[in-house]
């Protein structure tokens, strides 16, 4: 099964059951300062263990930084 994860096409044995489950793997210990698209659609925190994944999803991930 694949994924494209910030642009970047990723191979997975077995996808994960939701969107937390691969942030979970992809940025574990992370859930602030994340703000996370489906598909061109921005997903709230509230429904990442309810968003399924399919084959070929594209999931644009980015991550608040601190500086200036």
């Known amino acids: 099964m694949e994924l494209i994860i910030n642009h970047t096409r990723k191979m997975y044995d077995v996808l994960p059951d939701n969107l937390e489950a691969l942030l979970a793997m992809e940025l574990p210990g992370k859930k602030k300062g994340i703000a996370v698209a489906l598909n061109n659609?921005?997903?709230p925190l509230s429904a990442?263990?309810?968003t399924s994944l399919n084959n070929l999803d594209s999931?644009?991930?980015i991550t608040a930084t601190q500086g200036g």
């Open 41 to 43: 659609r921005i997903i």
């Open 48 to 50: 990442w263990a309810e």
């Open 59 to 61: 999931i644009l991930i």
